[in-house]
């Protein structure tokens, strides 16, 4: 006896749901022969008769009602699959796991993920704040499926690729003379208040670069380990700061001013991806967002 297949159970279904072959053949899109055909496939495979006809009209016999309750589940989970493929492939549904430095993972991720995930309500994103060094340890205990990090990885276990670059630029309180200002030559920060990063911060080694390059001294009055923090104290009028242009993000134009700086300081941004693993395609959506949100925020600092 041949086993039932999934095309004959439809057309069981149907036949049941509309009370003919006619309408069967209209909701399945195929021909009447084609249904009849299927049914009687059907009824071979369960042994037994599943339809009578009266008065030119099939009615199910009482074990083809029994049957309908189970087929109808079927027939159900079944479209509960395709929906779910699809969902699936149309980057709909998933689960992403992201680790950054928190330049980016405190306030410029969240905010460009919201966007991401308002148009893809069923995708679950968890995001991990990690410095710089400890985001390859995230990566190859396989916490995330990318990192972003400002240091280049060799680990044989990651593959490390150029992600895009960010550019330091300067923060400055609103009522600051030097806010009118379109480009900041650091010369003009000689003799001011300077509040820096930690010696720890990644941006440390260009921002030295970029003030040796203008032929002035780098002294801080305050150091912070967080730019937000180096923000904050400028915007209570402690003094000037550098900071990644990323750290923008949630600031209003009358709490701080944020302008280019020349020389420039730029800190390249690497992409860490399982080197075993494909990168999941949803993933790969959430970083295209993300990449295009960097970009555009460069673009607005951007010298002429």
């Known amino acids: 006896m041949a086993r039932a297949n999934i095309r004959q159970i439809e057309a069981f279904n149907a036949v049941i749901k509309g009370g003919s072959v006619t309408s069967a053949a209209k909701s399945l899109f195929i021909s009447q022969p084609a249904v009849s055909k299927l049914i009687r496939a059907f009824e071979e495979s369960c042994g037994f008769a599943l339809f009578t006809r009266a008065s030119g009209r099939l009615s199910p016999t009482p074990e083809a009602r029994r049957l309908y309750l189970e087929t109808e589940k079927l027939i159900t989970g079944v479209a509960r699959i395709e929906n779910t493929a699809r969902a699936i492939r149309d980057l709909e549904r998933g689960e992403v796991s992201a680790v950054a430095y928190p330049a980016i993972s405190l306030r410029l991720f969240p905010m460009l993920a919201a966007q991401f995930l308002a148009e893809r309500p069923d995708v679950r994103l968890s995001i991990m704040t990690r410095g710089s060094r ?171």
């Open 134 to 304: 400890n985001i390859a340890d995230s990566m190859l205990t396989q916490a995330a499926d990318f990192g972003i990090s400002l240091i280049r990885s060799d680990h044989p276990g990651l593959r490390c690729q150029m992600f895009t670059h960010c550019s330091m630029i300067c923060a400055l309180p609103t009522g600051h003379p030097l806010a009118r200002e379109p480009v900041i030559d650091l010369r003009m920060l000689e003799g001011e208040r300077l509040i820096s990063l930690g010696r720890d911060d990644q941006s440390r080694g260009v921002v030295q670069d970029a003030f040796d390059r203008a032929g002035v001294r780098l002294d801080a009055t305050i150091k912070a380990q967080m730019a937000d923090t180096a923000c904050m104290f400028v915007r209570e009028g402690q003094g000037i700061s550098l900071v990644p242009s990323l750290t923008t993000i949630g600031w209003g134009a009358e709490d701080l001013v944020f302008r280019p700086i020349e020389p420039s300081a730029v800190m390249p941004m690497w992409l860490y991806t399982s080197a075993y693993e494909r990168m999941p395609e949803l993933a790969r959506k959430l970083l295209d967002t993300l990449e295009t949100g960097i970009n555009s925020i460069e673009d607005g600092f951007r010298i002429p």
